[in-house]
């Protein structure tokens, strides 16, 4: 008989730290993949330790924090969130992105009119989040889309939403590169975006 220690692991990436150059700095990836993720991992697995949840998936642990131990909930919240906003982060960029297909610009704009008031919300939601955490771009139940934006590691999948972009904005994405200005960082960001993933994400149930 087998027993299989399962725990939640750092994903690799799809491309190497230096890939999103000049837009994402090469030690900015590092630093945030191979330290702050890999911290998220180690303490989430920590968190649940001996728990049947390690083996469920990232999702299912975030929509039912409410029923965990009561000193367990705050660390699987922030490290279960990190967890989980960062790897789906990373996959959201390309090296290579697609551009936007006609479909999901016309998906785009029958919500927000034009790509570039699209923008212009997203970048204000990015822009308005006052310490760490995200813009959002929703796909809500009835398949609209709303932008929302997320303190620290809070996620809309904690409320069964689902988030099909994103953008972390905590200063540790992009201070080594940006400092203070992070509406540059904001705007080099959608050099790196893969459209075709958002679209992906958006088709998904
Ligand atoms: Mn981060």
Known sequence: MYIVAMTFLLPKLPYDHDALEPYIDTRTMEIHHTKHHAAYVNNLNAALEGTERLTKPIEEVLQSIDQLPQDKQTAVRNNG?????????????SPKPHPMSTHLEGIIMSY?????????????AAMGRFGSGRARLIK????????????????PVME???????????????YLKYQNLRADYI????????RKRVEEHYEEA
């Open 81 to 93: 969130g990190g967890h989980y906003n960062h790897s789906f982060f990373r996959q959201l960029m």
């Open 112 to 124: 927000f009119e034009t790509i570039d008031n699209f923008k212009e919300k997203f970048a204000a």
């Open 140 to 155: 809500e139940n009835d398949g609209s889309l709303t932008i929302m934006s997320t303190s620290n590691q809070d996620s």
């Open 160 to 174: 069964g939403k689902k988030p099909i972009l994103w953008l972390d904005v905590r200063e540790h994405a992009y």
């Open 187 to 194: 705007k080099n960001r959608r050099n790196v975006v893969d």
